[in-house]
């Protein structure tokens, strides 16, 4: 519980936030006193008319806000008894407070549907065009003002002659308003002619030159009679502009839209652009070089110098470039750069050159802190931006640079209690070696005397903190970050708890004697707590209600937890059929104890089909190239530096594929698939259904069917097909527990084969009916990168021939890996247990037998190189024998025992680069046999580098076997993606 509220603060917090910013209120609240106030509307139920009641509003609009007229109105309104309860929503708004009188029970907006634009815009695009959020109260004016902004979308996406038309169906039962906005688009506009203002003649044929320009096209900026009419065209035409005008080096004073001008007779839009342009400005770099791309340098000048982002030759703006450029400078390693501008206003332009002296180059020899005693020098010189040189690295150095350190060391020691801590840095330059020392004075620490909480009388104190305590428990550092992490874990939980009017606040008392001691107060305001009176579900058209409320997982009489509706709504996109979603309250929560929560859905397409045809010419003749051999139920075959000779052939075919996905069958969130691949050498037929909830249990059940011709590859003719039926589901909440069951009918025929002793006899036309079961247990931090955690995988088959199996076997393979830091080092483990054993007299076929060696096993073996291997005769001309060269086939084992174990750190060259030394052990072995285990068992060392990428690291591996065997190289090299385990 207490892991998922630390998931949940910021959400949760956010969520609270959202909520206040329009709060809702019973009484008249006392701190928008005196501000402006813009608008005053009453809204109740639409099919009141208001304009009776609006004599009874002593606010007027206009004039600074008072809360006694305020509760005044309030009063009146109630003592009429015509309503059942009347609440204020004050939103603070540019023009001053929009002060909205709820008379209750009011209508609030539900779902809102656009037909008539499907295909066209995004759901969700539309309803910002609308901007009608939830929780929003239902009135005439807003509906109006949503038609207009809608019908100003569409008219800016080029449908100029769109219609919108509003309905609104009124659900009394829940107080909700469903509107559709009926669209009728009409037919898109076309570029008409495009203008400029505020140029002349010869510049405006320049400027119209550009948007015909390749660039222009390639970013989707093209803008010339006879294209589309799209909002985002125009706008990136008006990037075109800019970038041109800037690359010309003018000052843009202004450049927009000036003006659209529609033809109904001809269905073209005229686009006018009003442009004011500046004296041109030349910008020189003297004494340096920002690249050595010369295409890019001037690129660089303009990101680096501010006048062109400004467009204002600006004394300010020359000086800030200076400063921009020294620090661009100096991260390149010349520390002692100076740089000087001179501005010179000639008559065709204005003239700026920047003299740039770099100076020598420099090393970050040393960064170092002194003074320090609380925190090491270790943790405060990581989480600062100038660092020391490296193999590759000049080090990194800036005044700017230097300032960002102080503050962050600065900042480190405030959250920490140390409320009077400086930090002066000093610069030391030995040419052409820099050493940089921060010297820190600490100052006192100020530490809590005392934590006190008042107000919580329905949550323990207990409740309230995390597993190690408060962070400004008595004894601890104070500040006021921790204050805040403290205030957020308070209100996370309340507002998980059903809270959502909670309100803190804190009270910190200096000790008399000892101002660096401090009490600390914290006041909670709980509120009512709020349960949930009903679920409203809206939007599903094809998907059942049930099935929605399943996945919600909120039940009436729960509490209104913030967190639940988060996750609610998480859910419901994780079913991959909505498109939108959104579960929240009905309306603002003022002093109820109940609120309905609506949960709103937009169903995606459910229909979707691909397809491709093309033209195939696959000429088959001369040598096979050396290397690896695939051949389906085989591990990948190693052919030497062999080549053979195969006879001539050319296929010339067509090709075709296509794939249909039917989403959401049976308004379940079932998804069934078929997609098939003719060619001449290749035939294929898939399909698949899917059900995330196995006849409405917590089962996931996948039905997959294949079968596939291929003669690709010259080696071999196969014929494969394949059953699938499998179930999944997660054992625990946080979903690193796994239980999978399934059952698998697999055929493989092998024929033509151009080796035949590649593979066995009884080895080409097997039958699998394998009954199987798997458990994962994954508590990894990272998968594809982890630090910390441990992952279990335990898969148990039988192949027994009563199913349909030619073969009568068992298998077992179990796993288990850890990861344990300490300081920047991981040390990571893995131990692999597999047994196959076959019984009633027969076999275990070689695909179902155990391989190991190479990049992710056994790191002294080439891929599939450890255990049994046996010879077999490769000849590029079967009548010459001298043409004959003999290749090691892996046989594979009924038993494997592997144990890989490595040691992972940093590398002081780049933050991104890693080492590892290693030790695998183990082996693959014939049959099952603690004997053959130890006589066989294999040990290899190595090394390894890894760079860090947001895909998993890269990975190179050396491997050396310490006890070799014969065929085969002591020293492996591998080159892969991820961590070996």
């Known amino acids: 519980m207490r892991t998922a509220l630390t998931s949940i603060v910021l959400l949760c917090s956010f969520a609270l936030v959202a909520q206040v910013t329009a709060p809702v209120y019973t009484t008249a609240p006392t701190l928008y006193e005196g501000e402006k106030v813009a608008a005053v509307d009453l809204v109740a139920n639409p099919r009141i008319d208001v304009d009776p009641y609006r004599g009874y509003v002593m606010q007027a609009a206009e004039a600074p806000y008072s809360a006694a007229k305020v509760q005044a109105t309030i009063s009146a309104l109630n003592r009429l008894g015509r309503f059942t309860k009347v609440e204020l929503q004050a939103e603070p708004e540019a023009a001053g407070l929009h002060l909205t009188f709820l008379l209750q029970p009011a209508f609030y907006y539900g779902l809102l549907d656009f ?27 807003s509906l109006s003002k949503a038609q207009a902004a809608l019908l100003e979308f569409l008219q800016k996406n080029g449908f100029f002659q769109a219609e919108v038309r509003p309905e609104t169906q009124f659900d009394d039962a829940h107080q909700l308003a469903n509107v559709t906005f009926h669209v009728q688009l009409n037919k898109r506009a076309k570029v008409g002619e495009v203008l400029f203002n505020g140029v002349s003649p010869q510049q405006a044929q320049h400027l119209a030159a550009a948007l015909h320009s390749w660039r222009a096209k390639l970013t989707g900026g093209e803008l010339k009679t006879g294209k589309a009419f799209t909002a985002e065209r125009i706008e990136a035409a008006t990037a075109t502009l800019h970038s041109y005008i800037s690359g010309e080096n003018y000052l843009i004073r202004q450049l927009r839209v000036g003006g659209i001008q529609f033809h109904p007779d001809t269905n073209h839009a005229d686009v006018t652009f009003d442009v004011q342009l500046g004296p041109p400005v030349s910008v020189t770099l003297n004494g340096a070089k920002l690249t050595w791309i010369p295409f890019l340098n001037s690129r660089r000048l303009h990101q680096i110098i501010p006048v062109f982002q400004e467009s204002s030759v600006d004394p300010d703006l020359l000086t800030q470039g200076e400063r921009n450029l020294i620090d661009y400078f100096q991260k390149k390693g010349y520390f002692d750069t100076s740089v000087q501008y001179q501005v010179q206003n000639l008559p065709s332009k204005v003239s700026v050159v920047y003299q740039v002296n770099k100076g020598r180059r420099h090393r970050v020899a040393e960064v170092a802190v002194e003074g320090n005693h609380y925190f090491s020098s270790g943790k405060l010189l990581a989480g600062i931006p100038v660092t020391r040189a490296r193999f590759f690295s000049h080090g990194q150095f800036s005044n700017k640079l230097l300032k960002q350190s102080v503050s962050s060391i600065t900042a480190l020691y405030r959250n920490n209690g140390f409320e009077e801590t400086q930090v002066t840095p000093r610069v030391v330059d030995r040419e052409p070696k820099v050493y940089v020392t921060f010297q820190v004075n600490e100052g006192p620490q100020t530490l809590v005397e005392d934590l006190r909480i008042q107000g919580a009388r329905s949550i323990s104190v207990s409740e309230l ?6 962070d400004l428990a008595p004894g601890l550092p104070f500040s006021p970050a921790r204050m805040n992490q403290d205030r957020d874990r308070i209100v996370a939980t309340y507002l998980d708890r059903g809270y959502p009017r909670i309100s803190f606040s804190s009270k910190v008392d200096r000790l008399p004697n000892d101002p660096h001691r401090v009490n600390v107060t914290y006041l909670l305001d709980e509120g009512p707590q709020v349960r949930v009176e009903d679920v409203v579900i809206l939007g599903n058209r094809h998907t059942r209600t049930s099935y929605v409320a399943r996945t919600l997982a909120i039940a009436p009489e729960a509490p209104l937890s913030q967190s639940k509706l988060l996750e609610a709504e998480s859910s419901l996109y994780d079913l991959g059929i909505l498109d939108w979603a959104s579960v929240g309250p009905k309306k603002p929560v003022s002093n109820e104890t109940q609120d309905e929560v609506v949960a709103k859905v937009h169903e995606s397409r459910r229909n979707s089909i691909t397809y491709g045809i093309g033209f195939e010419y696959d000429k088959r003749a001369g040598n096979i190239p050396s290397g690896t051999a695939a051949v389906p139920g085989l591990p990948p075959i190693g052919l030497g530096k062999t080549k053979f000779a195969t006879s001539e052939k050319s296929f010339v075919s067509p090709r075709g594929s296509v794939e249909y996905i039917r989403r959401n069958m049976r308004g379940l969130g079932e998804t069934f698939s078929a997609s098939t691949l003719i060619a001449r050498l290749d035939q294929r037929l898939l399909t698949s259904y899917s059900q995330p909830h196995f006849r409405g249990s917590n089962w996931r059940s996948l039905l997959s069917l294949s079968a596939e011709r291929t003669s690709e590859n010259p080696l071999y003719t196969a014929r494969l097909g394949s059953a699938t039926l499998q179930f999944e589901r997660y054992l625990t909440r946080d979903s690193s527990k796994t239980l999978q069951l399934r059952y698998q009918f697999q055929r493989t025929d092998l024929n033509n084969l151009l080796i035949p002793e590649l593979v066995l006899p009884q080895d080409r036309s097997v039958r699998l009916s394998t009954v199987a079961t798997s458990f994962i247990h ?4 990272q998968p594809l990168d982890a630090h910390r955690g441990m992952w279990d995988t335990i898969d148990i088959s039988l192949n027994p021939s009563a199913l349909g199996s030619n073969v009568n076997f068992g298998r077992l393979l179990a796993r288990r890996a850890i990861y344990v830091p300490y300081k920047k080092y991981v040390w990571a483990s893995s131990l692999q247990l597999g047994m196959a054993k076959a019984f009633a007299g027969s076999r275990v076929p070689t695909s179902e037998r155990f391989f190991s060696g190479g990049a992710n096993s056994l790191r002294g073996f080439p891929v599939n190189g450890a255990g049994p291997q046996r010879t077999v005769p490769v000849c590029s001309d079967p009548h010459v024998l001298s043409s004959c060269s003999n290749i090691h086939v892996p046989v594979g084992g009924d038993a494997l025992f592997i144990f890989n174990s490595e040691l992972r750190f940093p590398l002081p060259v780049m933050r991104s680069l890693g080492g590892v030394v290693f030790y695998d052990g183990g082996n693959v072995y014939d049959r099952i046999s603690f004997s053959r285990l ?8 190595g090394f390894g580098v890894r760079y860090s990428t947001p895909i998993g690291p890269i ?6 076997l ?19 385990f």
């Open 778 to 781: 994954d508590k990894r931090d």
């Open 955 to 960: 990975r190179f591996d050396v491997g050396r």
């Open 465 to 470: 903190q995390s597993r190690r305590g408060f």
């Open 962 to 980: 310490l006890n070799p065997v014969p065929g085969f190289r002591a020293t492996q090299f591998f080159i892969t993606l991820g961590q070996a």
């Open 934 to 941: 130890m006589s066989s068992y294999s040990n290899t060392l």
């Open 115 to 141: 037909p008539g634009t499907a295909g066209q815009f995004r759901y969700t695009r539309l309803l910002q065009a609308v901007d009608l959020p939830n929780e929003e109260p239902y009135e005439a004016d």
